[in-house]
């Protein structure tokens, strides 16, 4: 059972990022979501097409997210703060699971955890680090693949059938959100080869690897990257490159730069301790979950590194990645209790992770406010006010300004968004 104090502490950084939807989340799209505006319209006019909902947005097929979206749309007038709390509520749900599971492990193992590991894991989850993902509707993509992703490895490692099947389509559904999906399936490959034995290894391998090869041929049926990979600037760069993976590990902790780096350096070294020290002990399945996700993470850091390190170090600590990152950590942190570290040391590495959480927190909520929110609210107000929206606050908020006036037609004829609340 946790405990009311422990509830209470878990609570407060929940609490942060419900205010700060609130206050800060504009229901007027922005970005990406322009995208998806386009799509509704199609929906609207009845032209909207199985291959078009399949279509690419960059590497990504958010077949599923869209889904949601429209069925949002539809019950609110597009409203954006359904997509927002939509993906807050995913969150919630994703970490609800995590939390029980990382409980059930703890108590199995007989590990002795403090009472603030709880609240420490809602502080990395539920950070304004993650500004970018908290005010926009279209991070459905991250959130809803990474609640897949995560959920789907412990199912893999329950050995029930049931589980197994439910664990398939999330990888489907995972697939079908965000590209790094792809990595879900040879990642669990390699759970059902190391936890299970016998014919229902056999049976559930060849079964894995046929939905694996279905899904991933009709996901790349058609499928081309726009990233161009420079590969001669990364050989020629180690030392850039190895500094652009640290950081992006590194961010979900400290999204600076500059120092970010030195985080992915603890990540990686406590990572390697981890892995050393579960798998002399023998006691490696137990934490199986835990490994898978954060190789998953690492999967991902390296693949995108290749398209975008040459945007610089800056790309690597972007706050919408730390909806993925962030679960690279909560990993390590649900291990740590199980291995054999130095109670002054992990305490102090506790004390270290909570300081920087609360830092980053208070530092991406007001970097959020100020580059986010102040920039989407003069299109907000003018939309609201019934005014034409001017060339300045239209180029904040729309990726093609010179492009945007059958999108701003569509929306005001239909009343949808902000326009719903326009004054005549």
């Not at 969150?91 to 995590?98: K, S």
């Not at 850039?240 to 350096?265: C, H, S």
Request: glycine share 6%; proline share 4%.
């Amino acid at each position: 059972m946790v405990s009311k104090k422990t509830l209470g502490l878990m609570g407060i950084p929940i609490l942060v990022v419900v205010l700060y939807i609130h206050f800060t989340g504009l229901n007027i799209p922005f970005w990406d979501q322009w995208f998806f505006a386009r799509h509704l319209r199609l929906f609207m006019n009845g032209q909207l097409t199985f291959d078009i909902l399949l279509s690419q947005h960059n590497e990504h097929r958010p077949f599923f997210p869209r889904l949601i979206w429209l069925t949002l749309a539809g019950l609110t007038h597009y409203n954006i703060k359904a997509e927002l709390w939509t993906n807050f509520f995913i969150a919630i749900g994703t970490f609800t699971f995590f939390a029980r599971r990382a409980l059930r492990t703890w108590q199995e193992q007989k590990a002795e955890t403090p009472t603030f590991l709880l609240p420490l894991l809602a502080l990395l989850i539920f950070n304004l680090g993650s500004r970018e993902s908290w005010i926009q509707g279209f991070q459905t993509v991250m959130f809803l693949g990474m609640a897949c992703i995560i959920i789907g490895v412990f199912f893999l490692t329950d050995k029930t059938w049931g589980k197994f099947i439910v664990a398939a389509l999330l990888g489907v559904i995972a697939n079908f959100s965000m590209v790094n999906g792809l990595f879900y399936w040879p990642l669990g490959a390699a759970i059902l080869l190391l936890n299970e034995s016998g014919r229902p290894r056999i049976v559930k391998m060849i079964s894995w690897l046929a939905i694996s090869a279905v899904t991933v041929g009709f996901f790349l049926n058609g499928w081309s990257s726009s990233a161009k990979i420079n590969f001669p600037y990364l050989i020629t760069h180690p030392l850039e490159w190895l500094a652009w993976l640290l950081n992006f590990l590194g961010a979900p902790i400290l999204a600076f730069w500059y120092v970010a780096w030195v985080f992915g350096i603890l990540g990686s070294i406590l990572f390697t301790i981890i892995l050393a020290q579960t798998f002399r002990s023998g006691a490696w399945r137990s934490v199986l979950p835990y490994l898978a996700i954060a190789a998953f993470v690492l999967g991902t850091t390296f693949v995108i590194s290749l398209g975008r390190m040459e945007f610089g170090l800056r790309q690597s600590t972007v706050s919408r990645y730390l909806t993925m990152s962030a679960w690279f950590w909560a990993s390590l942190i649900s291990m740590l209790p199980l291995v054999k570290i130095p109670r002054l040391r992990s305490g102090y590495i506790y004390l270290l992770l909570t300081a920087s959480l609360t830092f980053l927190t208070i530092a991406g909520g007001w970097v959020g406010y100020v580059r986010l929110y102040m920039r989407i609210l003069p299109a907000y107000q003018a939309v609201i006010a019934g005014e034409p929206l001017s060339a300045e606050a239209l180029a904040q908020v729309h990726p093609y300004p010179d492009q945007s006036a059958e999108d701003i037609d569509f929306m005001s004829k239909n009343q949808l968004a902000a326009w719903y609340y326009a004054k005549k």
